[in-house]
């Protein structure tokens, strides 16, 4: 069975930063395109960065490029979004997600896997 677990959520000031982490298993992790979606409360879910199988293709939402940065570790099949300058509006439950597809995409239907989410809140 699937299973992807977020975790390094918390309070920060705006201003901050956090690292959160996926942790994955179940799945063939290297042949996973991983990726982050966040949900805001009255919003849809919203698709801020993804990799590619090895980590050598990223893609980000404008609204965090520069801030956000993704990476991947395939021997701990782990997942992490480094998250820095972050904003009030940047508070939103993040989620960890994966498809077995190369292609990134910013569609959450195109997904497959889903993790529980981490909620990250950031004071202003």
């Known amino acids: 069975q699937v299973l992807l677990v977020e975790s390094g959520g918390g309070l920060v000031q705006a201003g901050g930063s956090l690292r959160l982490s996926c942790a994955a298993s179940?799945?063939?992790?290297?042949?996973?395109?991983m990726g982050w979606f966040r949900q805001a409360p009255g919003r849809e879910r919203e698709f801020v960065a993804a990799s590619s199988w090895l980590g050598g293709t990223t893609n980000y939402t404008d609204s965090v490029k520069g801030r956000f940065t993704i990476s991947r570790d395939n021997t701990r099949n782990t997942v992490f979004l480094q998250m820095n300058s972050l904003k009030p509006e940047d508070t939103a439950v993040y989620y960890c997600?994966?498809?077995?597809?190369?292609?990134?995409?910013?569609?959450?239907?195109?997904?497959?896997?889903w993790g529980q989410g981490t909620q990250v809140t950031v004071s202003s």
């Open positions: 997600a994966g498809r077995r597809p190369t292609l990134i995409t910013r569609f959450s239907n195109d997904w497959s896997y």
């Open positions: 179940g799945l063939p992790f290297s042949k996973f395109t």
